[in-house]
């Protein structure tokens, strides 16, 4: 299969699975009757859109060629897709150019991690989900953050490392989480052969990974809160952000961080004392 045409099935699979998620009441039509699948019926998207029935099942087969801007714009409309969503189609269909993303962690990437005020938490994460260099406390509070012959992955660290799901308190959401955002950040790269050996890796290990890639949902997240169960110091509570590197497309600074005097804020400075030194 060419890259293309791996990139065109993708294509009709995402437009598919945004289709049967939308309840026809969303777009003003009625929901009684018996519907063989959830969602739209095809022909329905297609009419919303302006294009034509057979048109819009052959891009769902993966058999048509690239739509057009506008084509892509009334799709996107008819499917109510959110901005990020929208994103992600127009890249799958090739109207967004690649950018190159380097293997290490930018100098820019380093210096952001270098300010950060101890004993926060934070490591600089790749568009694949690799770890590409952290600080003292995000390894003593993340098992996975060692050097190795290849960079640790957060991705397979939740589906295959047994203790990851002892330590985070929401697993599943955790786990939802961590593939939605590795689908927003390279879905729209099928034929990308390193996401392709991450997922078939992770899958042959992974029913739950599995299935939650097939949902195709999309995710990322700029802040929001985690709660840990940790062997060392007990349960904390974080908040975390995320942060675009500046000068390096798709690498992204992650910070964990605990309200001042709080018994996390004590659990993460411990943490620190007790890590050894890593390489920032």
Not at 61 to 82: C, E, F, H, K, N
Request: proline share 7%.
């Amino acid at each position: 299969m060419t890259g293309q045409s791996v990139t065109a099935v993708e294509l009709g699979a995402f437009l598919r699975s945004r289709r049967t998620a939308l309840a026809p009441g969303r777009v003003g039509l009625p929901e009684q009757g018996v519907r063989r699948t959830p969602g739209l019926r095809r022909e329905e998207l297609a009419r919303l859109a302006g294009v034509s029935a057979g048109y819009y099942v052959r891009l769902e087969q993966g058999r048509a060629r690239y739509p057009s801007a506008s084509v892509l714009g009334a799709l996107a409309g008819a499917l109510r897709l959110s901005a990020e969503e929208r994103g992600h189609l127009f890249a799958l269909a090739g109207r967004l150019r690649p950018q190159p993303e380097p293997a290490v962690a930018a100098p820019a990437a380093r210096r952001m991690l270098e300010l950060l005020a101890p004993p926060t938490a934070a490591y600089v994460i790749s568009r694949h989900s690799d770890v590409l260099t952290w600080n003292d406390t995000a390894a003593a509070l993340f098992g996975h953050l060692v050097d190795g012959a290849a960079p640790p992955n957060n991705v397979r660290y939740v589906f295959t490392d047994p203790d990851a799901r002892d330590l985070f308190v929401d697993w599943p959401e955790i786990a939802a989480d961590s593939v939605a955002h590795l689908r927003a950040a390279t879905g729209h790269h099928p034929d990308d052969a390193r996401l392709a050996a991450l997922v078939a890796g992770v899958g042959e290990q992974s029913t739950e990974f599995r299935r939650l890639w097939s949902c195709r949902e999309l995710r990322h997240k700029a802040e929001g809160r985690k709660e840990l169960r940790h062997p060392l110091v007990g349960r904390l509570t974080l908040d975390y952000a995320v942060l675009a590197a500046p000068t390096a497309s798709g690498q992204r600074l992650v910070a964990y961080s605990a309200e001042p005097h709080s018994p996390s804020y004590a659990a993460l400075a411990r943490l620190r004392q007790e890590a050894v030194p890593s390489r920032t």
